[in-house]
């Protein structure tokens, strides 16, 4: 099995910042993609920032010169820094990974989700 936890979500004043993390684990090969979604209530789960096994990295529109990630191939882990916050940034964070595991076969994983919320 694999696991995805995530931690770092909070309430943060409008311009403030936030540190996501997530850390997997369990019957891990290889990492091929590990990244950030966000979804609101009643709609799709949107892409934030994701970075690729060869540190290649892509934002949404929103998250550019606000948002880094990154991310720690030895542990397994990755983070997303969050900058200079907006209310509309109010939403629950879910960490993402496309996982090789043993057996040669990918799939997809999902964290359990972490609020994020920016007052004005």
């Known amino acids: 099995q694999v696991q995805l936890v995530e931690s770092g979500g909070g309430l943060v004043q409008a311009g403030g910042s936030l540190r996501l993390s997530c850390a997997a684990s369990?019957?891990?090969?290889?990492?091929?993609?590990m990244g950030w979604y966000r979804q609101a209530p009643g709609k799709q789960r949107e892409l934030v920032a994701v970075?690729?096994?060869?540190?290649?990295?892509n934002y949404a529109d929103s998250a550019k010169g606000r948002f880094t990630i990154s991310r720690d191939k030895v542990k397994n882990e990755v983070y997303l820094q969050m900058n200079s916050l907006k209310p509309e940034d109010t939403l629950v964070y879910y960490c993402y990974a496309r996982i090789m595991r043993s057996s040669g076969y990918e799939y997809q994983y999902w964290g359990q989700g972490t609020q994020v919320t920016v007052s004005s």
């Open positions: 970075t690729t096994s060869d540190g290649s990295t």
């Open positions: 369990g019957n891990i090969f290889s990492i091929s993609r």
